[in-house]
């Protein structure tokens, strides 16, 4: 999960077109109100996938046309028989914008309508509390386990990647998403993985090529930094995993060297250092 900017006094002109205003109002006084989504439906969901560049809020997986629009609070009660994450619907944000963000459809399976905070008696239950419409002051208040991307400003520092494609969180919140969203399922764990297998491979052919038929240092130097410039590449934010990205290439001797034997591993780790100076310039 990376920080995405979004202005929340300019919502897309769907959102707020007037013709929605008998449907906002039956929001607020009907509490068995049922979601209209043509009313956020077209360029809303357009708009949201502009500004998480294609991807999930959660998970960062490139998704496209797979993008669903989630309601980060939401909109309708949990009533489980298991009453531990029962709570009442934040009916009044079904159609704010700064409640809106774009998931994958496995990650807005696993949330669901899950919405836990670290204490239960500070959730807001209706539209009338004064920071039932402030995003940030809301966020502030009830202090929710889930994070919000477009609020908190460093939400990286919930989760920490491995080698091994799995990710951890580092925090409370990080925890109870890497739980409630199923960041390690089967699928989402098999793809980080496959990710860091291809760049270990790619880099294995290159240095088995140098060391076995007199490959001139350079040119070795030339095959390697083609890597290592993917790798720096991927971990920008508008790139599909990019934050596991950032990883690779600050704990490059965890996930990649450390695939290699000794001798190898020191000519690799010259290389990537004489990259990364060459590239921090
Ligand atoms: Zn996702």
Redesign the pocket.
């Known amino acids: 999960m990376i920080h995405v900017k979004k202005d929340c006094n300019n919502p897309p002109a769907e959102l707020t077109d007037s013709k929605w205003s008998n449907i906002k109002l039956d929001v607020l006084t009907n509490s068995d109100h049922s979601a209209k989504s043509k009313c956020y439906r077209d360029t809303t969901l357009n708009e949201l996938v502009k500004l998480y560049s294609n991807k999930?809020a959660?998970?960062e997986?490139s998704?496209g046309e797979e993008l669903q629009i989630d309601h980060y609070r939401p909109k309708k009660a949990r009533n489980n028989k298991d009453t531990t994450y029962n709570h009442l619907g934040y009916y009044w944000l079904t159609y704010e914008w700064s409640n809106l963000i774009p998931?994958?459809s496995?990650?807005n399976q696993a949330k669901s309508n899950y919405f836990p905070l670290k204490d239960n008696d500070k959730r807001i239950t209706n539209h009338l509390h004064r920071y039932a419409n402030q995003a940030i002051r809301l966020y502030i208040y009830e202090n929710p386990l889930f994070i919000n991307p477009e609020i908190d400003t460093k939400p990286e520092r919930h989760f920490k990647y491995l080698p091994n494609g799995e990710v951890k969180g580092r925090t409370i919140e990080g925890k109870t998403m890497v739980k409630f969203?199923k960041l390690n399922s089967r699928t989402k764990k098999r793809e980080r993985r496959g990710i860091i297998k291809e760049y270990i491979l790619d880099i294995r052919k290159a240095l088995y090529r140098y060391y076995n038929s007199n490959e001139n240092n350079e040119y070795l130097r030339g095959s390697l930094d083609t890597i290592f410039e993917k790798i720096i590449e991927n971990g920008k934010t508008d790139k599909p995993l990019s934050l596991m990205h950032d990883y690779i290439r600050r704990f490059f001797d965890k996930f990649i060297e450390n695939q290699f034997k000794p001798n190898m591993q020191d000519r690799l780790i010259t290389l990537f250092k004489d990259y990364q100076n060459k590239w921090s310039k």
């Open positions: 999930c959660c998970c997986r998704r998931l994958c496995s990650c969203y």
